[in-house]
Structures are given as C-alpha cells and as structure tokens.
C-alpha cells in the first residue's frame, strides 16, 4: 500500500520516515518529496507498505500523532492526478 504522509517538518530524512512506520511492519520503500530547484523538502513524502493490514495499522496509529514534533496527515496515497504540462519560455 501507498501511504501519504504530510505536515513533515522540513528537516525529516527518508531514515526517519521509514523508522516510524517500522514499528508496524515492513516498509519496502520511503521518500520525502523535494523541490526541483532548491533540492530542500516540501514537508510531505510518501511510504511504500506491501502488507495492507500492516499499513492500516500504520495509518491509524499514525494519523494525527507527531513525527518529528508536528502532527501528521497519514492516510492512503491518492492517484496521481494528471495535470497539464506549464509551458517554460
């Protein structure tokens, strides 16, 4: 399962994402999402779960509580919606 994870501190690394969920069973993968430009976090990232009842777990566990010092918003990771591409000049 595909978790989002949001409201991250800035200063969060993927090590610590991932040791948070761990405590609930095994994560395949952790990512904070960057800035293109800046490389600096955008305070949310996403946690890759191969068992659902595991990550369910996780969810409820984790939704609302800190990580990090701030309250997170843990919930199932929504499609990627597709947007139109901006044009740079």
Known sequence: MNIYVGNLPYGTDRDEL?????????????RIVTDRETGR?????F????????AKKAIEAL???????RKAVVNEA??????PREKRW
């Open 41 to 45: 976090s955008k305070g949310f990232g």
């Open 78 to 83: 929504r499609p990627r919606e597709e947007r």
């Open 18 to 30: 991932r040791e948070a969920f761990a405590v609930y069973g095994e994560v395949s993968a952790a």
């Open 63 to 69: 939704n609302g509580n800190e990580i990090g010092g």
């Open 47 to 54: 946690v890759e779960m191969p068992n659902d009842e595991e």
